[in-house]
């Protein structure tokens, strides 16, 4: 199970942090990705990390404001939202799967999602 926290509303250039907890004991074995939703819009790469960290990558509309990070001791995953835009406001998932990927049907588990706004 993953749940996501740490959405809300906040200005355009403010910052937000999501998390992700996941419930089990195999958290370290899957790669964690996030994507988000707009209104009318199909679902979105955002960002995905591999098991163990090592290595990150993120959609280009995101890169260097984005910063994608894992606990595995905690099982949590965060996002990072730095320089926010408007464009930015979504339901933002956090989602398991086998490896790092910008492909959603990669992902096995999915969360509810949370609510990001950013007002201009």
């Known amino acids: 199970q993953l749940v996501e926290s740490g959405g809300g509303l906040v200005q355009a250039g403010g910052s937000l942090r999501l998390s992700c907890a996941a419930s089990?004991?195999?958290?370290?074995?899957?790669?964690m990705g996030w994507f988000r939703q707009a209104p009318r819009k199909e679902r979105e790469f955002v960002a995905a990390i591999t098991r163990s960290g090592g290595s990150t990558s993120y959609a280009d509309s995101v890169k260097g404001r984005f910063t994608i990070s894992r606990d595995n001791a905690k099982n949590t995953v965060h996002l990072q939202m730095n320089s926010l835009k408007p464009e930015d406001t979504a339901v933002y998932y956090c989602a398991a799967g086998k490896y790092a990927s910008d492909a959603s049907r990669v992902y096995d588990y999915w969360g509810q999602g949370t609510q990001v706004t950013v007002s201009s």
């Open positions: 089990g004991r195999t958290f370290s074995s899957y790669a």
